[in-house]
């Protein structure tokens, strides 16, 4: 039985076989070229080979197949096809029943969606530690040698992906976190992410002086360097300086609790909660990210706002932010089921929920389903029935258009297809806060999930639930909403027994704290809660 290979490339390289460390061939070119064809992966012209590792004079080709033979006896495969698969043109390290550290880390950190536990985050940010390939230099084959700097860049950049995870885990202690800051920002110095990161967590900490020393530090290093300190930085940092004047507790609200539980399918869903007092549950809708979102130009504003004075709760329902994405099902039942999860596993007895967007349609489906739990709704920019159900034929291959566009460009660097939602979702929003959200959307969900959420909210009805509701509520809904038509929140609003409606003056479908329809939400809001004494 052929045992497991592994070729250890950070640090020294390696080659073990069970546990075993295996010798390794005496020439420092042949384990250079094993070393070359592990990581590449991938068949190479023997041309190419020889270019790479022997000089013309040294008969090149010989030496190859020396070293090969070398490489065959070293590794001693019983697999059919041997350990090196070679003929006349190429040669390509057989990589059935072989693990490559390096290798496997990249694909970890690159075919990871969902968050990945600090445990493991923390081993391989140390095994990252260790140079690629320390002492196989090879100053005079620059073929190799242009290759190997490459890759260590990128094994840098890897290193700095995961400074980065490890800062913003939502599971870490904000001690780690600075700590994991720092380290990123040294290994990226003028990175405005990093000195972001690095100015927030000190704060947080409250170290406001050195935290103003990264600033001054970072804005005097991008200067000597003859670089632009980026305007997204400078106004993040305002924006934080404004809101702590505004708010002297804000800083203690931003220390949110961010845990996970599982659902009955075996879903993992991330959930939230920060501030103190009596609970208000928010229902997930398009789309979320406990940690991205949370002091967002889009969200931060009505997030802290309803922390204030309770404790505030959120989630991220599956196949996007924190929770799961790779899930069987995405629909309006499972969406209603993650919302029972969180409830039960916080062991809520009785609170206001806030449904915004589908998450309405959740809302009143979880109300129907558990009146003893509900205390009172409140919409916001809601309906009743998916674009599927009564539109024109006209709007559905519309609608069916824009899956397409987001099948084949979500994933992309180019925001076209995600600004098709954003200037629906906010005609009216700055020019820094829709390429935020653009941004945010890519990062929050795959392109399949986003088709498949676009197909889930499709098919939404809940018309037959709404005589079913009954606990106060209150309807919220722009006059010029363009994702969600005005009268859509009037059906909403007269369907349920005895609801408020409020219209807003607004174009947006997504409220920004910013615009004066956000503070009608909020003064309305507290009043609705007072005078149901919630």
């Not at 998450?359 to 389903?369: D, H, K, N, T």
């Not at 609003?493 to 807003?504: C, E, K, S, T």
């Amino acid at each position: 039985m052929n045992k497991a290979i592994f070729i250890k490339t950070l640090g020294s390289l390696t080659l073990s076989r069970d546990g075993q460390e295996l010798p390794l061939p005496a020439s420092k070119k042949t384990r250079a070229l094993l070393a070359f064809l592990a990581i590449s992966a991938r068949p190479h012209r023997r041309e190419r080979l020889c270019e790479l590792f022997w000089e013309a004079p040294d008969d090149p080709r010989g030496a190859l197949r020396w070293s090969l033979s070398k490489l065959r006896g070293v590794l001693k495969s019983t697999t059919e096809m041997g350990p090196i698969i070679a003929d006349r043109e190429r040669a390509q390290l057989n990589l059935e029943g072989i693990d490559i550290d390096f290798s496997t880390i990249r694909k970890t950190l690159f075919d990871q969606h969902a968050v990945l536990p600090l445990a493991e985050l923390r081993s391989i940010a140390a095994m990252l530690e260790q140079p690629l390939l320390d002492g196989l230099d090879l100053p005079n084959q620059p073929g190799f040698q242009s290759w190997l700097v490459a890759e260590r860049e990128d094994a840098r950049l890897l290193r700095v992906n995961v400074m980065r995870r490890l800062t913003l885990h939502p599971e870490i202690e904000h001690q780690e976190a600075c700590n994991w800051a720092r380290r990123w920002l040294e290994l990226d110095p003028f990175s405005d992410g990093a000195a972001e990161a690095r100015v927030m967590t000190l704060r947080r900490l409250g170290q406001l002086a050195e935290a103003q020393q990264v600033i001054d530090h970072f804005t005097s290093s991008l200067q000597s360097a003859g670089l632009t300190i980026n305007a997204k930085f400078e106004t993040s940092l305002q924006e934080y300086d404004r809101k702590d004047q505004e708010e002297p507790n804000r800083t203690l609200l931003r220390q949110q609790n961010i845990s996970f539980c599982k659902t009955a399918d075996n879903v993992r869903i991330a959930y939230a909660t920060v501030g103190s007092g009596r609970p208000i549950v928010k229902a997930a809708n398009w789309l979320n990210h406990l940690e991205l979102d949370w002091d967002s130009p889009i969200w931060g504003d009505l997030f802290h706002a309803l922390a204030k004075d309770r404790t505030f709760i959120r989630y991220d329902e599956r196949g996007n932010g924190l929770s799961d994405w790779d899930v069987d099902e995405i629909n309006q039942a499972v969406f209603v089921n993650d919302l029972e999860t969180v409830v039960d596993q916080l062991e809520l007895k009785k609170f206001p929920l806030l449904g915004i967007s589908q998450g309405c349609a959740v809302s009143i489906e979880y109300a129907v389903r558990h009146p003893e739990r509900v205390s009172a709704l409140i919409l916001i920019s809601g309906y009743a029935s998916g674009w599927r159900i009564g539109a024109s034929v006209e709007e559905q291959a519309k609608r069916e258009a824009v899956m397409t566009l987001t099948q084949h460009g979500w994933g992309g660097k180019n925001p076209a297809y995600r600004h098709i939602f954003t200037q629906t979702f906010m005609p009216d929003a700055k020019p820094e806060e829709l390429d935020w959200f653009d941004e945010f959307q890519r990062q929050t969900t795959s392109p399949e999930n986003a088709v498949r959420f676009q197909q889930a909210f499709a098919d939404i009805d809940v018309r037959a639930l709404l005589s079913q509701v009954n606990v106060p509520t209150i309807v919220f809904h722009s006059r010029h909403d363009q994702r969600i038509s005005l009268e859509q929140g009037r059906e909403v609003a007269n369907g349920i027994p005895n609801a408020r409606f409020v219209a807003l003056e607004s174009n947006n479908h997504i409220l920004l704290g910013h615009e004066p329809a956000w503070q009608v939400v909020m003064d309305e809001t507290e009043r609705f809660l007072a005078e149901h004494k919630l």
